[in-house]
C-alpha cells in the first residue's frame, strides 16, 4: 500500500526565508487583523493564479485561430481567382486572315521585291483587302498617292462585318509551305528634294551659327555642282553671298550678284542695295544709284516693319552720295532734307545734316 502524501505546508505557516513573495506574512498579517474578510482574500488570490495559468492558452487560441483563417483565405483566392479571371472581357489581337488553298488558287513565287504594307483598311474592307493583293507605287511624301488599279472587291452583304481591331499587314498571306519566304522591301533612297534641303540647311548652319565662312562655301561649292538647276538655286546664291561678304571677297560678290537677275532672288531690295553699296565702293555711282533708286520704288517711307525701314534708309543714303558724286545738287539736298525728315535719329543723321549745311 501506498503511503498517503503529506499535507503541504500552509502559506501562513512559511518560515520568512522560504517565502520570497511574501505571502505567508500576508496572510499572518491578514488573521491579524478583525475587520478583514479572510475567504474574500483567499478567492482573489485564486482567481488570481487561475488566470495567470488560462493567459497563455488563451493566446495560444488567438494564434491557432488567425492562423487558421489566413490558411483558409489564401487556399480560397487561389481557387477563385481563375474563374474570376475567366469572367473578365479580354481584348485579342486578330491575326491576319490568311485565305485557305481551296479558297484561292496557288500563285508563283517571283524575285520581284515585296511592295510596302498599305495604309490600314476600314473594317469593313478588312476580308476583301486580305483576299486581294495590291500594288503600291512608291511617290515623293509631298505628292497625293494615285488611286490603286484594282481596287478592293465589295463585300457580300451576307459578309459579317468584323469587330474593329488593330491588324498587322492584311494584303500579303503568310507563306504556304514549301514556298520561300518574300523578300524584304528595299529601302527608299531620299528623293533629289529632300537631299538638296540637307545640303543646304548644313551650308546655312554652318554659315550663321558655326560662323564658318570657307566650311560654307565649300559645301556650297557641293550643292553647284550636285544641283546646278535645283529648285533652291536662288537661296543658295544668297548664302553664298552672305558668305563672301563675311569673308571680304566683295569683288567676287559683286560678280555673283552681277551675274544672277535679282527679281528671282528672295528679298529683292535687300540685294538691291547691296549691290548697289558693292558697287558704289567700286566707283561705278550710276549703277549704284540705279539699284538704291530701285530699292526705294516710290514707296511710303518710313516703312512698317524694322528691316524694310533699315533697308530704305541704307538705300536713300547712298542715293543722296551716289547723288552727290554724280554733280547732282539738288538732288543730293532734296535726298538729305527726306532723310533727315524720316529718319532724324538714323545711324547717318550726323553726316546727313553736316553735308546738308554744306549743299548750296
Request: proline share 12%; glycine share 8%.
Amino acid at each position: 500500500m501506498s503511503k498517503p502524501a503529506p499535507n503541504p505546508t500552509r502559506l501562513s505557516g512559511l518560515p520568512e526565508t522560504d517565502d520570497p513573495l511574501g505571502l505567508g506574512r500576508m496572510f499572518r498579517d491578514a488573521r491579524a487583523l478583525p475587520d478583514e474578510d479572510l475567504p474574500t482574500l483567499r478567492w482573489r488570490l485564486r482567481t488570481s493564479l487561475q488566470l495567470r495559468a488560462v493567459r497563455p492558452r488563451l493566446f495560444l487560441k488567438v494564434a491557432l485561430v488567425v492562423g487558421v483563417v489566413f490558411c483558409t483565405g489564401g487556399v480560397v483566392g487561389a481557387v477563385v481567382s481563375p474563374y474570376l479571371a475567366r469572367k473578365q472581357p479580354v481584348v485579342v489581337e486578330a491575326p491576319a486572315v490568311a485565305p485557305t488553298a481551296r479558297h484561292r488558287k496557288p500563285r508563283s513565287v517571283t524575285a520581284a521585291p515585296a511592295t510596302p504594307a498599305l495604309p490600314l483598311p476600314l473594317p469593313a474592307e478588312t476580308e476583301a483587302a486580305a483576299r486581294e493583293p495590291t500594288s503600291v507605287e512608291l511617290k515623293p511624301a509631298a505628292s497625293v498617292p494615285a488611286p490603286l488599279p484594282d481596287g478592293p472587291k465589295p463585300v457580300s452583304a451576307a459578309a459579317k462585318t468584323p469587330a474593329p481591331v488593330r491588324v498587322a499587314v492584311l494584303n500579303e498571306p503568310g507563306p504556304t509551305p514549301g514556298q520561300p519566304p518574300a523578300m524584304a522591301p528595299p529601302a527608299t533612297a531620299p528623293s533629289r528634294i529632300a537631299a538638296e534641303q540637307a545640303l543646304l540647311g548644313q551650308a546655312m548652319k554652318t554659315l550663321r551659327n558655326g560662323r564658318d565662312a570657307q566650311t560654307a562655301l565649300a559645301l556650297l561649292a557641293q550643292h553647284a555642282e550636285r544641283f546646278p538647276d535645283g529648285a533652291l538655286a536662288s537661296e543658295a546664291t544668297m548664302l553664298r553671298i552672305e558668305a563672301l561678304l563675311d569673308l571680304g571677297r566683295r569683288e567676287e560678290a559683286l560678280a555673283v550678284l552681277d551675274g544672277v537677275p535679282l527679281a528671282s532672288l528672295p528679298n529683292r531690295d535687300e540685294q538691291l542695295v547691296v549691290r548697289g553699296e558693292l558697287r558704289a565702293v567700286s566707283g561705278r555711282w550710276l549703277a549704284a544709284m540705279q539699284d538704291f533708286d530701285d530699292a526705294l520704288g516710290g514707296r511710303s517711307l518710313p516703312a512698317a516693319s524694322g528691316k524694310a525701314r533699315s533697308i530704305q534708309e541704307r538705300a536713300l543714303w547712298g542715293r543722296a552720295a551716289a547723288r552727290s558724286r554724280l554733280g547732282d545738287l539738288a538732288g543730293t539736298r532734296a535726298d538729305l532734307e527726306l532723310y533727315l525728315r524720316h529718319f532724324p535719329g538714323g545711324r547717318f543723321a550726323v553726316p546727313a545734316a553736316s553735308l546738308l549745311r554744306g549743299v548750296p
